[in-house]
């Protein structure tokens, strides 16, 4: 008679490892958070519709009696033949572009849009492709349908350079490591539990090196204690982070763990007190001076 096997249990699920610009984000957040102050992104919001704008004003110009020497279709519908205004007009409308785009990126690095649709986050987060498109696309349009009438030598050369500035602005106008409020919601609570797991607050050194991708709780931590203190770098849990040290070193757990288990209380990395510290220190000095009698 076969024994029947019993089924082996789940493992637990691993926590989602956040994304560098996640934890820049995760890390702005709690910094406005502890000084009350939120950052003001709409003025880096504006300059990219500002940049937006200018692009499409190098791009479509219109014709309205003035001698300018800009607008890509005005300077083509005058003279077909002189197309290299032209061709310079669509690599400005292609530098505006990706530099509005990345003003825009800055913007949503910062306060990332709260919208749990996935198209609002995608439009949201990929703007900078989509505005390329809408000011490149009605160029091409116009190249290939209504201007029949123009020499093929100028047609080719600007649908070319067209297609290869549009390739690259769109290219540089994406957000490859979008970020969305929940996951930097879900970013901030996985680094405050694991901050508070191991019996670290705010203001508790930690370790890390120079080429390592973890932070040390432990300063003779067997992975770090044979490095060069030139490599090394103390300093709190936020300034690890700050520097892409997101994850607790897996040696510093088990030994941390170990030393609670045994009823030892694990020595913490000591940092130097911060001009900060000092200032509040003085600053909460009593204003006072106590009364001695001589009334002086």
Not at 26 to 34: F, G, K, R, V
């Amino acid at each position: 008679m076969e024994e029947k096997k019993t089924p082996k249990a789940a493992a637990p699920a691993e926590k989602r490892k956040p994304t560098a610009a996640e934890l820049k984000t995760a890390l702005a957040q709690l910094e406005e958070q502890e000084s009350g102050k939120r950052k003001n992104t709409v003025i880096f919001r504006i300059l990219a519709f500002v940049c937006w704008a200018l692009a499409a004003v190098a791009m479509y110009l219109p014709y309205i009696g003035l001698n300018l020497p800009f607008g890509a279709v005005r300077i083509l519908f005058l003279d077909a033949n002189n197309w290299v205004p032209v061709i310079i007009d669509i690599i400005v409308a292609g530098i505006l572009c990706v530099v509005g785009a990345r003003l825009w990126i800055y913007a949503n690095h910062i306060h990332p849009t709260k919208s749990h649709n996935k198209v609002v986050q995608f439009i949201w987060n990929q703007l900078g492709v989509i505005m390329a498109g809408i000011i490149f696309a009605p160029l091409a349009i116009i190249l290939i349908i209504n201007r029949k009438d123009l020499p093929q030598k100028t047609k080719a050369i600007v649908a070319a350079v067209l297609a290869l500035v549009f390739v690259g602005a769109s290219a540089g106008s994406a957000d490859y490591h979008p970020v969305t409020q929940d996951k930097v919601d879900e970013t901030v609570q996985q680094l405050t539990e694991e901050a508070e797991g191991y019996g670290f607050t705010d203001g508790d050194g930690v370790r890390w090196t120079k080429y390592g991708n973890c932070y040390h709780i432990f300063s003779d931590c067997q992975s770090i204690r044979n490095s060069n203190p030139d490599n090394c770098t103390d300093g709190t849990i936020e300034e690890a982070v700050e520097s892409n040290r997101a994850r607790l070193c897996s040696f510093c757990i088990k030994r941390y763990t170990e030393a609670k288990e045994a009823g030892e209380e694990p020595a913490k990395i000591e940092l130097p007190s911060s001009v900060n510290d000092i200032v509040d220190d003085l600053t909460t000095l009593p204003t006072e001076v106590p009364d001695d009698g001589t009334g002086d």
